[in-house]
């Protein structure tokens, strides 16, 4: 299943070659400081491929805090968080906000709770090559 996604205004866009099963996908509510503040609620499957097109990269704010492993691509002109990347060992991981779902039908969501909160900088990352999306392009449509 190709799922598509953006951010409100459409400045980040995306296509997930969704391997999962399509009436299943995970949405993890993340309790981060983050997350907790944006709604932040995150898919991703280890087999997918993720392919993001940014119109203008100027309107593009990468944000990172606490561990600084996650980076929030955060668009610059109408506040939404459709992406999240990590480079772990020169590889760019994602996941992607469910929020910002174009064609899922809601009831294929499987809502949960999620809470990463004292786990150790390691453990982390490994959690992240095993689970987030590893197949990740991001181009620019820019001039
Ligand atoms: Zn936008």
Known sequence: MLIRGQCHCGNI??????KGDPGAI?????????????GG????????RLSVVVAD???????????RTATFHVCARCGAVPIVTSEIEGRVYA???????E????????????????E?????????????IADVRIASAGR
């Open 57 to 67: 990269p100027g309107l593009v704010s990468k944000y990172v805090f606490g561990t």
């Open 13 to 18: 866009a995306f296509a997930l070659d969704w």
């Open 41 to 48: 609620v995150w898919t991703s499957h280890p087999g997918s």
């Open 26 to 38: 995970p949405a993890r509510a993340c309790d981060c400081t983050f997350c907790v503040k944006h």
């Open 95 to 101: 996941v992607v906000n469910v929020n910002a779902l």
């Open 120 to 132: 150790a900088p390691d453990a982390r990352l490994a959690r992240r090559a095993r689970n987030w």
């Open 103 to 118: 064609n899922v039908d809601p009831s294929a969501l499987r809502r949960a709770a999620a809470s990463f909160d004292g």
